[in-house]
């Protein structure tokens, strides 16, 4: 929460969390090679590794764009989101290692000049005459960029908007793999297991956005009738409510969090994270605080505020309490505004 640069903090949670991705990547690559010595003893250590580093990072950047819909669906993967990031680092890392090793194999050494045979056709990579390791190329400085801008400095500095768009762009670089793939080794293998697994990928994790995003029509659909600026709208029943649990729900499209504390006071404040846009209402209620389950970033329920000494502010909402309902002003107040909670007989 800070724009200068400081050192990652290496919490137990981050420590076994990253333990637990390196174990699994040396794993995967021990078995892959492995197999392939064993299936293929002809072909050279240098090749398997580049076809395991390969196919580590493609599985695990389907793993990364699938984290969000299931968090969205799922609380239990909120955890696995909290450090999403670090999967987008290594991923990137073996890709690198599997472009380095491509690179050196079919290029260095050939008759034209090396960086030019990337954007060639064929290059005698595979039977394709489709420039596919261009699109390689491409997909790999997205990447690149992504794993660069990862640290919270740059989000700071970037601001959030902009940070989230830039790494958005890890969709561009899905698509420009799929046709890596699709046009490289897809054409020179004969067996269809490999089409097969990366079609189910492609349908995995364009289903499971559709779906998330269904969820999350399906909530806000409640609040997208036409209301002004002074009509208040019924998110909730004061019965729905848990102490120190927060509650989502849509104020006229906008997402918000409700949430019940001190016994009796109700207070609703936007449920965007001004960190990385993380959703509040599915966070917890710690030491008089709304915390995001991404990063940890808080913010006091009446006014919006975080903690000093941090700065961030998140709009808050008129709140009032009739006949056991719990109605929100549609109009958001500006970021920081103090609001009166409502006070409820809770049972």
Not at 20 to 45: E, R, S, Y
Not at 212 to 239: L, N
Not at 247 to 253: D, P, R, Y
Not at 257 to 269: D, F, H, P, Q, R
Request: charged share 10%.
């Amino acid at each position: 929460m800070s724009v200068s640069y400081k050192a990652v903090g290496w919490n137990a949670f981050k420590k076994r969390y990253d333990l637990l991705l390196v174990i699994g990547i040396v794993l995967f690559l021990g078995v892959f090679i492995g197999v392939g010595l064993t299936t293929h003893p002809a072909v050279t250590l240098e090749i398997l590794l580049m076809r395991a580093t390969a196919v580590a990072a493609f599985t695990l950047l389907h793993v990364i764009l699938a984290i969000g819909p299931l968090a969205r669906l799922n609380k239990l993967w909120l955890p696995v989101v909290y450090n999403r990031r670090h999967l987008g680092v290594a991923m990137f890392m073996l890709a690198f290692i599997h472009a380095m090793l491509g690179f050196i194999t079919y290029h260095v050494g050939g008759p034209i000049n090396p960086v030019l045979s990337i954007f060639t056709a064929d290059a005698g990579v595979t039977m394709s005459t489709f420039p596919f390791q261009a699109f390689g190329f491409a997909a790999l400085m997205i990447l690149f960029v992504m794993a660069a801008t990862s640290h919270d400095f740059w989000l700071a500095n970037l601001s959030a908007p902009v940070w989230k768009t830039l790494h958005m762009l890890v969709y561009l670089a899905y698509l420009l793999l799929i046709v890596h793939v699709a046009f490289g080794v897809l054409q020179s293998e004969t067996s269809p297991i490999y089409a097969m697994l990366t079609g189910l990928g492609v349908v995995v994790i364009g289903g499971l956005h559709l779906r998330a995003g269904w969820s999350q029509m399906g909530i806000e659909a409640e609040s997208a009738r036409s209301v002004d600026d002074k009509t208040y709208v019924e998110v909730c029943q004061v019965s729905d409510l848990t102490e120190n649990i927060p509650l989502g729900a849509s104020v006229n499209g906008e997402r918000v969090a409700v949430i019940l504390y001190e016994g009796n006071k109700v207070s609703t404040v936007s449920g965007v994270c001004q960190h990385q846009n993380g959703p509040l209402a599915e966070g917890q209620f710690k030491y008089g605080c709304l915390t995001c389950p991404w990063h940890g970033f808080q913010y006091k329920p009446h006014d919006g505020t975080s903690p000093a000494p941090f700065t961030e502010k998140i709009p808050t909402f008129d709140i009032k309490i009739v006949d056991g309902k719990v109605l929100v002003k549609s109009k958001p107040n500006a970021a920081g505004t103090p609001v009166e909670p409502a006070i409820c007989r809770h049972s």
